[in-house]
């Protein structure tokens, strides 16, 4: 792994191909893992039906509540400080950056096993199920973090496919089983396979007592971090929960069956995700002048991709539709432009928040992100009141609409700022 002084001595032309080669395996990442996740989605929707669908949906976005939790107090301190570092200072970083992975994993997975466990019946099992396997995807997702802040993006890509290779006899089993739990397990299973690979990658064992002193050390940045990204993943879970309780489990899983369409194009904006942080602390290190293009080229490429992946679904013939998602499809085509809509607005607003993050600027990004929470929860919950599921996904696309914007005005901002004082060092401890 080289410096952040040998970079910045590269050829312009080597630079721009070391950057377009980091890109594309962010890309082949998220495209592997988002199989994984687009496989089980689809054995789902097709063998257990809407119902079933919406409580594995439940239990989804939940996991998206405790992954974030683990970004922000692990992985995200870690690709803002300690991208483009020397090797042994990554090392030492990422020991203590995984520990705390798994301990989330750990100590979230059983609160949701003890509630589920406690529920009963089908969705308690399920969710008893997800609090089994959460520290196997935890730490699996901290690899894929660890790697990419190092530049080795080709590693997080052999992880997830070998996430692929056992999700594969892990979804035959599971569908003899043909129940919601039998999926998690599996879905969850072979993320700990790959877990463990990972630690055979990168020559690094978890150290579980090196959690703490990874919180107190980063807690100006995972604190904020946490709250923004529980804000985020939060809201979704508060839609799909209230949307579930005013028009029924059903209408979740119509909701996520339109969602599990832009699931392609879903890939490439969180492939992207996985090293647009990093690239854009090192283009502020660079070049700052450049941050504001950089971000908007990034927003606005993905905003235009999402319109033109929604435009093609539109021609998509119900004959295949229905052999995608069975049942599922007659309901959740009818809401692909809201929700294409939806995932455009968020896509423009990735780009803010890079580099809102780049820059270290945590209480603007917390922020734009509490803001943008309270109009997607207001937007979902409002719009499913008055409309059901139609309703629900076009006040989401309104509310992206609104909360992209707030992202570029707090960005505006702190770019404003940052002129003003000097760069603050990458902190190595």
């Known amino acids: ?40 989605g689809l054995y789902v929707a097709r063998s257990l039906g809407v119902t079933a669908f919406g409580v594995f949906s439940l239990a989804w976005v939940s996991y998206g509540v405790v992954l974030n939790v683990s970004r922000g107090l ?22 203590r950056s995984s520990g705390t992975a798994l301990g989330v994993g750990a100590a ?10 406690g529920a009963g019946g089908r969705a308690g099992s399920a969710f008893a199920c997800l ?23 080709r590693k997080a890509f052999v992880n997830d496919v070998v996430w692929g290779v056992a999700l594969v006899p892990a979804l035959v089993m599971a569908a003899r089983v043909g129940s919601v739990s039998a999926y998690l397990l599996a879905w969850g299973g072979s993320a700990a396979v790959a877990a463990v690979y990972g630690c055979f990658q990168s020559g690094i064992r978890p150290r579980l007592t090196g959690a703490r002193e990874w919180l107190r050390a980063h807690r100006d940045l995972g604190c904020r971090y946490l709250v923004e990204n529980v804000g985020n993943s ?17 209408a979740v899983g119509v909701i996520r069956g339109a969602e599990l369409l832009l699931g392609p194009f879903l890939a490439v904006l969180m492939g992207l995700s996985l090293v647009t942080v990093a690239e854009a602390a090192r283009v ?45 499809w007659s309901a959740a085509s009818g809401l692909i432009v809201p929700v294409t809509l939806g995932v455009a ?10 580099g809102l993050r780049a820059l270290g600027a945590a209480a603007r990004s917390l922020r734009s992100q509490l803001i943008a929470s309270a109009c ?24 992206t609409v609104t909360g992209s914007a707030v992202w570029w005005l707090q960005l505006r901002s702190a770019r404003r700022e940052h002129h003003h004082k000097p760069l603050r060092e990458v902190r190595t401890s």
């Open 1 to 40: 792994m080289t410096t952040e002084e040998e970079q910045t001595t590269a050829p312009a032309g080597s630079a721009k191909r070391a950057l377009a080669g980091r890109l594309s395996w962010g890309l082949a990442d998220q495209a592997a893992s988002s199989m994984s996740n687009f496989a089980v």
């Open 376 to 399: 997607y929860v207001t937007g979902g919950l409002g719009g499913a009141a008055v409309a059901g599921p139609a309703g629900s996904a076009w006040g989401v696309a309104a509310a």
């Open 234 to 250: 939060g809201a979704s879970q508060l839609r799909a929960y209230g949307l579930g309780a005013i028009a029924g489990v059903g």
């Open 284 to 328: 502020l290190r660079r070049a700052p002048h450049r941050l504001g293009a950089f971000c908007l080229l990034l927003g606005g490429g993905q905003a235009a991709a999402a319109l033109l992946w929604g435009g093609a679904l539109l021609l998509v013939p119900d004959r295949l539709g229905v052999f995608l998602l069975g049942g599922v």
């Open 131 to 153: 609090g089994v396997v959460l520290p196997g995807l935890l730490l699996q997702d901290a690899w894929r973090f660890a790697f990419f802040a190092a530049g080795a993006g």
């Open 74 to 95: 692990a992985t995200d301190p870690l690709v803002v400080r300690f991208s483009g570092v020397p090797t042994e200072t990554w090392r030492a970083a990422v020991t």
């Open 345 to 354: 607005g968020a896509g423009l607003g990735t780009g803010a928040a890079a």
């Open 108 to 117: 979230l997975g059983a609160a949701c096993l003890a509630t589920g466990l």
